[in-house]
């Protein structure tokens, strides 16, 4: 599995930017995806997940109300929409795959539980 990260970019604070991650295969709608992030500085912590077919989603406390996970099967794409964005958003973002359970009907939320990983994506929040 390859996972192509794209969307990130330089974002005045309130503003909006939607990552983009797209998987190849034809496996993609089996697996739970995730997206992740690292500041500088920072360890990288869990932002999102959503399951195979859409059903379950959950966030991280920061992000929630502001941030959506979505994704498109028939284009093995997940979304990240970030909304009324912060200068402390501001970190490399990656996106993950647990190939590992499929049909997980859960959205495990640690890092261990995905085993492929896109190359990140760089967003930028000025104030």
């Known amino acids: 599995v390859q996972l192509q990260a794209s969307g990130g970019g330089l974002v005045q604070a309130g503003g909006s930017l939607r990552l983009s991650c797209a998987a190849s295969?034809?496996?993609?709608?089996?697996?739970?995806m995730g997206w992740f992030r690292q500041a500088p500085g920072k360890e990288r912590e869990f932002v999102a997940a959503i399951n195979w077919n859409a059903g379950m989603t959950y966030y991280a406390d920061s992000v929630k109300g502001r941030f959506t996970i979505s994704r498109d099967n028939a284009k093995n794409t997940v979304y990240l929409q970030m909304n009324s964005l912060k200068p402390e958003d501001t970190a490399v973002y990656y996106c993950?795959?647990?190939?590992?359970?499929?049909?997980?009907?859960?959205?495990?939320?640690?890092?261990?539980?995905?085993?492929?990983w896109g190359q990140g994506t760089l967003v930028t929040v000025s104030s």
């Open positions: 295969g034809r496996t993609f709608s089996r697996y739970t």
């Open positions: 993950a795959a647990d190939t590992t359970t499929l049909w997980n009907p859960q959205v495990p939320s640690g890092q261990s539980e995905y085993d492929y």
